[in-house]
């Protein structure tokens, strides 16, 4: 459910980007919607990799958060390889994170 807040919001950010690119409050409505669902995320995630190897929390949680710190340095130095100056650039990285939650999201729930 979380994952797909999180790619509705990015969409969001997109149509009020394009469509109404003067509107701060719009945008910044949009972008917390965005934002309030990464916490759910990754405590969710860690819920989850507990419940695989629950002898093993201490080696899952740090699994977890230095994967996340990964993520975020190569999103991060791909995001500023694309920079042209505008907003764009960004929104397109938060799509695409949206898109991959989701999609492992849907990954995750086949039998």
């Given at each position: 459910m979380t994952s797909a807040t999180s790619l509705s919001a990015t969409l969001m950010i997109f149509i009020v980007a394009l469509?109404?690119?003067?509107?701060?409050?719009l945008f910044i409505a949009v972008t917390m919607l965005y934002i309030s669902v990464?916490?759910?995320i990754g405590a969710n995630s860690l819920a989850?990799?507990?419940?695989?190897?629950?002898s093993r929390?201490?080696?899952?949680?740090?699994?977890l958060v230095?994967?996340?710190f990964i993520v975020g340095g190569i999103v991060s130095?791909?995001?500023?390889?694309?920079?042209?100056?505008s907003a764009s650039s960004l929104l397109v990285m938060m799509g695409i994170c949206g898109g991959l939650s989701y999609l492992?999201?849907?990954i995750s729930q086949r039998p």
């Open positions: 469509f109404f690119p003067k509107n701060v409050s990464t916490g759910a989850c990799l507990f419940d695989l190897k629950p929390a201490g080696t899952m949680a740090g699994l230095s994967t996340q130095a791909v995001t500023s390889l694309i920079f042209d100056g492992f999201h849907l």
